[in-house]
């Protein structure tokens, strides 16, 4: 079968590999479409943070796909039925995932690197880590069922957004975009900021979902909060831009009274003046990855209209072509490249 595998830093070729074949307790899935994201761009790259993953690797972890065929001890799944994963398995006994707080496990493994990934014709994986895919969603569009659902924990769990507030979104890469859709979706008034490398791509992709943007290198973000909050400040700012300017820029832009969350991981250390944030008693918070319930939601979201991924899955991009997708994603001419295994 083909797969996409990563052979070094910023070389990844076409194989062949063996189809597996699923144990007792295993379902095989036949991967019909899979998704590139920031952490898959940061791995091709293997940028500091992600040097520890084997080479050779088979990449990806957001896919959607068919179940081909179950274990003999599978319950809830049968064949033909169309599936999703949760590519960040949880290891259920450490003090974390008693408390109900799995996507923040201390013994986490994730598919695509610290195992074999879902780039490829056919992956096999434990039922528990499946979810049914609603028959109205389409497979191309249920894979990006992942990055939905941690921009559905950032939005829904992590911060107080309410119909009518006003919500700056710092980043248009593919959970800025969704985290910005969930937001509008819940009745806020989102504003989501870019780069000028954004304004052939993104930020138009977003403008076309009523969304308004602000071109950084080109306007200033004060004047623009000045007018969109009515010199107020937003009342929640999600960071999503993988740099530690960003949460720097939200302390700078969030109300009093407000809310950061910080959804990207900066990579390097940030130098935020605590004593505004404190006087103004601003909540500042994360959100890292996502749980069932947020799997469950995004794949509802999807279902009833309330974010399109027609508009924002991008599958021109070839699996024989797989460096292609990953330079376009990286100098943002694309945000959610998605490659198709089966038809």
């Known amino acids: 079968m083909k797969a996409i595998v990563q052979t070094g830093p910023e070389s990844v070729e076409v ?6 074949v699923p144990n007792s307790e295993e379902v095989l899935v036949r991967v019909h479409a899979a998704g590139l ?32 065929s179950v274990g003999d001890d599978v319950e809830g799944f049968e064949a033909g039925e169309k599936v999703v994963e949760e590519p960040i398995h949880d290891c259920g006994s450490c003090f974390q995932c008693k408390n109900g707080q799995p996507n923040v496990c201390q013994n986490f493994s994730i598919t695509g690197m610290h195992r074999d990934g879902a780039y490829t014709e056919y992956v096999t994986v434990r039922p528990e880590h499946l979810h049914s895919v609603p028959s109205d969603v389409p ?40 985290t910005a859709c969930i937001a509008d979706s819940l009745g806020a008034n989102v504003l989501v900021s870019g780069l000028g490398r ?12 009523g969304i308004e943007t602000v ?8 004047a623009e909060t000045e007018s969109f909050t009515d010199g107020i400040g937003f009342d929640v700012v999600f960071d999503t831009t993988g740099h530690k300017s960003g949460v720097e820029m939200a302390a700078e832009r969030v109300r009093k009274g407000g809310q950061i969350v910080v959804v990207g991981l900066p990579g390097e250390e940030s130098e935020v003046f605590m004593t505004p944030l404190v006087r103004s008693e601003v909540d500042l918070n994360t959100s890292y990855g996502s749980t069932w319930t947020n ?3 995004a794949l509802r979201l999807m279902d009833n209209g309330a974010i399109e991924p027609a508009a924002i899955v ?8 797989p460096t292609g997708a990953f330079e376009a994603f990286l100098n943002s001419e ?10």
């Not at 659902?149 to 700056?168: E, K, Y």
């Not at 791509?201 to 076309?208: A, D, I, M, Q, S």
């Not at 071109?215 to 004060?222: A, H, Q, W």
């Not at 991008?314 to 072509?321: L, T």
């Open 139 to 178: 497979l191309a569009h249920a894979a990006i069922t992942e990055p939905t659902s941690i921009a559905a924990r950032a939005v829904f769990d992590q911060s107080v957004t309410t119909p009518g507030d006003n919500v700056l979104v710092e980043g248009p890469g593919p959970i800025g975009v969704l």
């Open 15 to 20: 194989q062949q590999r063996e189809r597996p």
């Open 295 to 297: 799997f469950e939601q």
């Open 37 to 68: 994201c920031g952490s898959d761009a940061h791995a091709y790259r293997y940028e500091g943070g992600y040097e520890w993953i084997p080479i050779p690797r088979v990449m990806g972890h957001e896919y959607a796909g068919v179940v081909e």
């Open 198 to 209: 954004d304004t052939d791509y993104r930020l138009p992709l977003l403008e076309e979902q």
């Open 314 to 321: 991008d599958d021109s991009y070839s699996v024989d072509d």
């Open 215 to 222: 071109n950084l290198d080109d306007d200033d973000l004060e």
């Open 334 to 343: 694309t945000c959610k490249p998605v490659f198709t295994f089966a038809e």
